[in-house]
Every structure is written in C-alpha cells, then in structure tokens.
C-alpha cells in the first residue's frame, strides 16, 4: 500500500479529527449520571417512567393502517421487537435517494409518505414522537454506533463546526460547556456532556416528551443565536456528530431529564 | 396602551443603542462610557438578573439571597478590591481582549459575533448606562473573605 492511500484510510476510519479538548472516550458519562436520585429512580422504573404512556401509544400506532396504501408500519416491517432492535442506535442514516443523512423522526415521515402514501406527521406531534419512542426504546441497552464513512464525513464535519464554533449574541459554544466545562453548575444546574442518548425523552421542565432537536433549541435560546426550522439539516448534522461523539454509549429511551 | 406596553417590553429585554466608542489603555477603559458615574444599587439588580445580567449563571459572589449560582467563573466577591474601575470596565465590555479563549460574553461589542438571534441583532447585552451600574456595584465589593 501506498503511504498516502494508508494516510486516507487512516483518515476515514477515525471519522471526523478528535480536537484537544475532547472528552476521553472512556470519561464519557450521560446525563443521566449527573441527576438527582429520584429522577434516576423514575427513568429506572418503567411504571414511574412518564414516557412510558408515549411508548404504549407507539405500539398501537405501529400496527395501525394508514394513509391511501392502507398499510401499517407492521405490515412492511413485522414485529418492532426484532425488526427495530438496533436501529435508533445508528440513526442519523446516510439516505442514498437523498444524498444526506436523515435522522429517525425524518426517516419515519419518509415510510409516512412513500410507503403508506399518508401525510408527514408534524415535528413534535405526540404521533411522531411517540413512534421514535416505540422504536428508539427497541435499541435500549445497545451501543450507539454511527456509520462514519467518506458520504457521512462532511455532514459529521459540519456537525462538527457547528459544535465548536461560537455562536449568538453571547459568544459561546456548544464545546466550552459541554467539553470544557462538564460538571460545573450553571446557574446551580449541573451542565451535563450533552450525550443524546437518551430521545425522544420526557424533560421535567417541558413536562411533555420532546425530540433531540427541540433539546438543542433550548440550548441555542440560551446562547441567543438562531434557531434552525424544525428539520433543518444543520439540526441533523448536529445530532449526527452528538451521536458520532456518543459512539458505544448505551440508548436510553425513553428517558428522563430534569 | 398595548403598543405602549410591548415597547417597553422590547426596552428591557436589551438596549436600542448603538455602542459607543471608547478607548482602551493597558488592561482598562479608564473612562465612563456614559461620561457619568454608574448607580451601584442599579448595579446589583443587574447582576442579579438571570435575564439582564446573566452574570450568575457563571459567577458565584456575596448574594446569599440568590440560591443558584453558577461554578464556571471566580467569585465576585472581592472583585473591588482586586481591580480598579477601569480593568472592570473593559472585563465586562469585551473580555476577549485579554483572554481570547473567553468563555465570558463580551457585553458591549456587537461586532465579530455569529447567528445572533434577531431579537438580539446589532445590540450589545447591556446599554452603557448598564455597564456603568455594574462597575460602580462590583467596585464596592472590597471584602474577599465569604460574606
């Protein structure tokens, strides 16, 4: 082998380049580590667990018939348990037709519309988030792992960016709390590693469950930037480089934050 | 009275003016923005403020009424002590100037910033008359010991 086609291998295999200030792999904590032990108790506990009703109602909207195809997701894929185990684990996917990749809120519209030829569910609706949760929770357990080859790599590099660069009115990044400053208290919340293993997942402060995307809006309010439409594919280049920097952390969902 | 009412909101929420200019000497801005001294009791209302001053979201200091604070930043308590009014100045308007790894915000610069939201577009955090309040409290903070 040539060197420089050894340099590109080398290159493609460790996906986006780790920065100094990265988060050894093996120092990795989800925030689920940084809670209070009643709220650990209540995502531990499925029959405490609020995300749980979202879960059932998942269930059933699997097997409903729906759109003018008159198919439900059942009918193509078969029982979820075995069909769905590991699938949330490696979403955001590279979607050949769409030439980018997709995250799995997007990915269950794409079979809404193509598949059961019905109308995209709405981003946020209780039908979208409570059919990620039925699928992401058949990933329970299961390490994440992002498929971090050349079509993914500059996606992952702009998620990448988009991390570490500053942004809003009061100049922060996404990196200086969530790699620099883990564990310190903002305002006397513990600022977690910013691990999105945990989504669809029912937030205290929303009292509701909520996507991965509206989490990072909260966090862009916070630093008065832009926030992107729901769907915009900086939102998905983001979650897809949180998702590679979570690679072989364990799903959650349906979680529980405060 | 409801125009008047979401103008006052859109008032507070940050300053409609233009920043300044003003000169920077060492690791100060000697002089006042406002070319007035500040208010410190303002000051402290300022500071406090999780809308308006943010400032403890980083900060901890001498508030034991405020039950949140933040461990990201030294505390505040001393600060006057530590600094002159002028080295005040210039950390709460443009931090960045003597650490460019930063994570404070710079509270007075609008230029060099990216994906603003556009409530908050072409306007620092805090007006000038703000800073000035602020400076005025933090140099009355004399006592480094806890309060």
Redesign the interface.
């Known amino acids: 082998m040539t060197r420089a086609a050894f340099l590109l291998l080398t290159v493609v295999s460790a996906g986006v380049a780790a920065s100094a200030a990265d988060i050894p792999l093996g120092e990795r904590k989800s925030g689920y580590d940084f809670m209070a032990p009643e709220t650990r108790a209540m995502q531990d506990d499925d029959t405490a667990n609020p995300a749980m009703l979202w879960v059932l109602d998942g269930e059933t909207l699997w097997q409903r018939r729906e759109g003018s195809a008159g198919k439900s997701c059942a009918d193509c894929h078969g029982d979820a348990r075995t069909s769905m185990k590991g699938v949330a684990a490696r979403y955001p996917a590279f979607n050949a037709a769409r030439a980018r990749p997709v995250d799995l809120g997007e990915r269950i519209n794409i079979c809404r519309t193509e598949q059961q030829r019905a109308t995209p569910l709405a981003f946020e609706s209780k039908e979208l988030l409570a059919l990620a949760a039925y699928i992401g929770q058949q990933s329970r357990g299961m390490p994440i792992e992002i498929a971090d080859d050349a079509r993914m790599r500059p996606f992952l590099q702009a998620g990448q960016d988009m991390f570490t660069?500053?942004?809003?009115?009061?100049?922060?990044s996404c990196a200086?709390?969530h790699d620099?400053?883990w564990g310190?208290?903002?305002?006397?919340?513990a600022?977690p590693q910013g691990h999105p293993t945990g989504y669809p997942l029912y937030r205290l402060e929303w009292q509701t469950l909520g996507s991965l995307q509206r989490r990072l809006r909260n966090c862009?309010?916070g630093m008065?930037?832009?926030?992107y439409p729901y769907g915009a594919p900086d939102y998905i280049n983001l979650e897809l480089y949180l998702m590679w920097r979570a690679r072989g952390m364990r799903v959650e969902t349906p979680a529980v934050r405060p | 009275m409801l125009a008047a009412a979401i103008a006052s909101f859109a008032d507070d929420a940050t300053s409609q003016e233009q920043v300044r200019p003003y000169t920077v000497i060492g690791d100060a801005i000697p002089e006042s923005l406002t070319g007035a001294k500040g208010d410190a009791e303002r000051g402290r209302g300022i500071v406090v403020n999780r809308q308006v001053g943010l400032c403890l979201l980083c900060h901890s200091g001498p508030f034991p009424e405020e039950k949140f604070q933040g461990t990201l930043a030294p505390d505040l308590k001393g600060t006057g002590a530590r600094w002159s009014e002028g080295q005040l100045r210039l950390r709460i308007v443009d931090a960045s100037r003597l650490n460019p790894n930063t994570i404070m915000p710079p509270y007075y610069r609008t230029e060099g910033l990216t994906r603003v939201a556009p409530a908050y577009q072409g306007k620092p955090v805090l007006s000038a008359e703000q800073i000035e309040d602020v400076v005025a409290y933090l140099a009355t903070l004399r006592d480094e010991r806890a309060p």
Not at chain 1, 165 to 172: A, E, T
Not at chain 1, 184 to 189: D, H, I, T, V, Y
């Open positions: 660069g500053r942004q809003g009115q009061l100049n922060l200086q709390c620099d400053n310190q208290k903002l305002a006397g919340a600022i862009l309010f008065r930037a832009v926030s």
